[in-house]
């Protein structure tokens, strides 16, 4: 079998995706996702300048080899755009290969381990009394992990844009699409201290309100330094979090040691962690407690299960960023490796056909990701249960789009 024709698609059925097909002589083809955030043209440019001319005529079952030889002959390896365009092509073959074999992915690496992956999803509101309100409404549909924040509140400002996405959110409305279409970024204020004080309290309100059997988790968007992420970890004890979600950006990771010592409250980090070098040292010092990786970003199918089995022996547990800039096919690859990794900790959710654009996301999309409860599952079909109507993703194009950006209250620029 011989690769015979790969390609990057940017399409915008609602939101930007970039794909990658791969056809094969024998009839086959292959779905990847390689989209980045902001910077999709990039990732699509890399796949179809850069890479696609070394896949053309290679066996595409030698997934191994073609992974390596991508990545270390790059020279330039390494880095969210080179590592995303590897992803999708990752993916791809590993699609290619289920249907060889006639078996889904997660049979090919090693089997079930689980019947269903425990999902969370995302519960925003411009007051903690929405954000409880949303969290209910996930409760109601058997949801058991919910994560919470206040948006635009809590030390944040956004634009009238921003806040209205948070506002519909809260609302358990379609939610509009925020990246979509923007000229510039949207720009928001943030400052430390109203929102350290601010997420305890939150978190006291929400115990209260939801009671103790949910299991609700918090992303702090990297925003934090070290000590001051150290000092809410240890605030938010009372209250049991799952986890605390990206503490500190990733240029600090050696700080985790610091939020290690001052709390038991558990550390799930790595969404910005693009290649493996960098998790190694967070994982064998036992610094997190859940790798927050993007199959999508890091290397793909093939780099998660690396991972995962790095982690395994020293009691990591995988938890992979999975948002809604992760196209259906992203999602149904991630679930996958969740089936199939014996160390699986929990899944980000993001049921594209429940927000708005859900009938341009159908009609682009068949198959993938279904839900059963608070279990996510992928269909008992060869390759990745998933395929895409291309005449159908080429009517949507691409739509020049940003992720905001968050400044100081002096007008420094801030991580996001």
Request: net charge negative; charged share 20%; proline share 8%.
């Amino acid at each position: 079998m011989k690769i015979t024709r790969c390609e990057a698609i940017v399409t915008c059925p609602g939101r930007n995706f970039v794909l990658v097909k791969i056809e094969t002589d024998t009839g086959l083809t292959g779905w990847g996702d390689a989209t980045l955030n902001g910077r999709e043209l990039a990732a699509a440019a890399a796949v179809n300048d850069h890479l696609v001319p070394a896949l053309i005529g290679e066996d595409p079952l030698r997934i191994e080899h073609l992974w390596q030889s991508l990545y270390l002959g790059a020279y330039w390896r390494g880095g969210p755009v080179l590592n995303t365009a590897l992803s999708g092509i990752d993916v791809a073959l590993w699609d290619i290969l289920g249907k060889e074999a006639g078996q889904p992915v997660y049979q090919l690496l090693g089997g079930r381990c689980r019947d269903g992956a425990l999902a969370y999803v995302h519960a925003g509101g411009v007051t903690p009394e929405m954000a409880a309100d949303r969290a209910r409404q996930f409760m109601a549909q058997g949801y058991q992990c919910v994560r919470v924040q206040m948006e635009a509140t809590a030390g944040s400002s956004y634009n009238e844009k921003v806040r209205g996405i948070a506002a519909a959110e809260s609302a358990g409305k379609p939610m509009p699409q925020p990246m979509v279409q923007a000229d510039l970024p949207a720009v928001g204020e943030w400052e430390p201290t109203p929102y350290l004080r601010a997420v305890p309290r939150f978190f006291d309100y929400l115990r209260k309100e939801l009671g103790d059997e949910v299991e609700l988790l918090h992303d702090v968007h990297q925003r934090l330094t070290p000590t001051q992420a150290a000092g809410l970890a240890r605030e938010l004890e009372p209250y049991h979090l799952f986890w605390l979600e990206d503490p500190v950006p990733p240029e600090h990771k050696d700080g985790l040691a610091q939020i290690r010592a001052a709390s038991t409250t558990p550390i799930a980090i790595g969404e910005l962690f693009t290649d493996i070098p960098t998790c190694v040292g967070p994982v064998v010092n036992r610094h997190l407690d859940y790798l927050r990786c993007d199959v999508g970003h890091v290397g793909g199918i093939t780099a998660a299960r690396k991972l995962a089995a790095l982690c395994e022996p020293f009691a990591v547990k995988t938890g992979w960023h999975a948002p809604p800039d992760l196209s259906p096919v992203g999602h149904a690859a991630t679930v996958h490796v969740d089936l199939a990794v014996s160390n699986f900790g929990l899944q980000e959710w993001w049921p594209h056909e429940e927000h708005a654009g859900a009938e341009m996301v159908r009609e682009v999309f068949d198959g993938g990701v279904t839900r059963r409860g608070p279990y996510l599952d992928v269909p008992a079909k060869p390759g990745l249960g998933i395929e895409v109507n291309e005449d159908a993703a080429r009517k949507f194009p691409y739509k020049r789009a940003y992720l905001p950006v968050v400044r100081r209250a002096d007008g420094g620029v801030h991580p996001w």
